[in-house]
C-alpha cells in the first residue's frame, strides 16, 4: 500500500514552454502533498505544500508564479513549470501524507526535468 | 526553524561489515519525529527507519537500527551486516509534530554509501 506516482518520469522541453507533472496517491487519500526539487548529489529542498482544495504554499524563495501548483482532488497534485528556462532543469519530487496523518510521507519515484 | 546536518560527505564499507552513519539536528521542540530515508540510483526515496521523539527505546529495522541521543540531539544509523544493496545515499530527516512547519520534513545534505564486494 501507500504508492504515490509520478507522471511523466522524465520530460524535455524548449525553453519558454510549460510543463505539468502529476502526482497521485493510487491506494489512500492525501489532503496534503509536498514538491521538493533536487539537483545531483544533493539533498531535497522543499518548494512547496499542497492542500487539497486551497492554495498551496510557498516556501521561501520559491517564485509561485512560476511553479504553479494545483490540489483539485484527495489524490491528485499537479506542477507546472511556466516559461521554463535551462535553470529549472532539475530532479522534481514529489510526497503525500495520508489519512489520517501516520507521521509518514511517502514518496514518488520523481521526474526528471531538461529544459533545452 | 530546524536544521539536520549529515557531516559525513561519503562513507564506504566492506560488504558484511558494519557502518554507521551520523546526523545531528537542531530543534526547540520537544515532540517530533526523525527519519532515515535510503536513495538509490533510481532516485526513488525509500523509508528505512523512524524514531518517534518521545520513545527512549532505540528503533530497529532488521539490519537497520538507530542510536537516538534526545539530549545531545544526535540520531546515527547503523547498518549491520552490510549488503551490496545498501549502497545508496542516505539521508536523515526531522518531521514537526507541531506549528507552522506541521508536517514538513527538514532534510541533511545527504551521505553517499559505498559498499565494497
Known amino acids: 500500500g501507500a504508492v504515490v506516482s509520478q507522471h511523466p518520469s522524465r520530460v524535455i522541453c524548449k525553453s519558454g514552454t510549460s510543463v505539468k507533472i502529476e502526482c497521485r496517491s493510487l491506494?489512500?487519500?492525501?489532503?496534503?502533498m509536498f514538491w521538493y526539487r533536487q539537483f545531483p548529489k544533493q539533498s531535497l529542498m522543499l518548494m512547496a505544500t499542497?492542500?487539497?482544495?486551497?492554495?498551496?504554499?510557498?516556501e521561501q524563495g520559491v517564485e509561485k508564479d512560476k511553479f504553479l501548483i494545483n490540489h483539485a482532488s484527495l489524490t491528485l497534485s499537479t506542477l507546472t513549470v511556466t516559461s521554463a528556462h535551462p535553470e529549472d532543469s532539475s530532479f522534481y519530487i514529489c510526497?503525500?501524507?495520508?489519512?489520517?496523518?501516520?507521521?509518514?510521507?511517502?514518496f514518488g519515484p520523481g521526474t526528471r526535468l531538461t529544459v533545452t | 526553524a530546524q536544521t539536520v546536518t549529515q557531516s559525513q560527505p561519503e562513507m564506504s564499507v566492506q560488504e558484511a561489515e558494519t557502518v554507521t552513519l551520523s546526523c545531528t539536528y537542531d530543534?526547540?521542540?520537544?515532540?517530533?519525529?526523525l527519519f532515515w530515508y535510503k536513495q538509490p540510483p533510481s532516485r526513488q526515496m525509500i523509508l528505512v527507519i523512524r524514531?518517534?521523539?518521545?520513545?527512549?527505546q532505540n528503533a530497529t529495522e532488521n539490519r537497520f537500527s538507530v542510536n537516538f541521543q534526545k539530549a545531545a540531539k544526535s540520531f546515527s544509523l547503523k547498518i549491520s551486516d552490510s549488503q551490496l544493496g545498501d549502497a545508496a545515499m542516505y539521508f536523515c530527516?526531522?518531521?514537526?509534530?507541531?506549528?507552522?512547519?506541521?508536517?514538513?520534513?527538514?532534510f541533511g545534505q545527504g551521505t553517499i554509501l559505498t559498499v565494497h564486494p
Open positions: 510526497s503525500a501524507r495520508e489519512i489520517p496523518d501516520h507521521y509518514e510521507q511517502y
Open positions: 524514531q518517534e521523539a518521545y520513545k527512549q
Open positions: 491506494d489512500f487519500q492525501a489532503t496534503t
Open positions: 499542497s492542500n487539497e482544495g486551497s492554495k498551496a504554499t510557498y
Open positions: 530527516a526531522y518531521r514537526s509534530t507541531g506549528g507552522t512547519s506541521y508536517g514538513k520534513l527538514t
Open positions: 530543534t526547540s521542540e520537544s515532540d517530533y519525529y
